[in-house]
Nanobody, 121 residues
Framework: QVQLVESGGGLVQAGGSLRLSCAAS????????MGWYRQAPGKQRELVAVITSGGSTNYADSVKGRFTISRGNAKNTVYLQMNSLKPEDTAVYYC???????????????WGQGTQVTVSS
């Protein structure tokens, strides 16, 4: 089993900052990529940012220049530094890992339980 656990959400005023963390644990052989997604009420889940095992990153246009994704030294942790937050960033943020588990030959996607980010105007 593979588990992803997010932390760091909360309530912040517009213009403020938050840092989300996600730690993957369990029967992990390798992690190909980790990313952050978000889902606002009544909207579909959307990609926020992703980082590959090689360190390549990709961001949604709406967060470029404000959010930064990074990996921890242990490579099983990913962070999302969110600056200049806007009310439209309000959503549940989910961590996703593309993981090769020790008992399987190919990668699968695993999701965390989500953490609420609320930005007040």
């Amino acid at each position: 089993q593979v588990q992803l656990v997010e932390s760091g959400g909360g309530l912040v005023q517009a213009g403020g900052s938050l840092r989300l963390s996600c730690a993957a644990s369990g029967s992990i052989f390798s992690i190909n990529a980790m990313g952050w997604y978000r889902q606002a009420p009544g909207k579909q889940r959307e990609l926020v940012a992703v980082i590959t095992s090689g360190g390549s990153t990709n961001y949604a246009d709406s967060v470029k220049g404000r959010f930064t994704i990074s990996r921890g030294n242990a490579k099983n942790t990913v962070y999302l530094q969110m600056n200049s937050l806007k009310p439209e960033d309000t959503a549940v943020y989910y961590c996703k890992g593309r993981v090769v588990a020790t008992h399987t030959p190919q990668s699968s996607d695993y999701w965390g339980q989500g953490t609420q980010v609320t930005v007040s105007s």
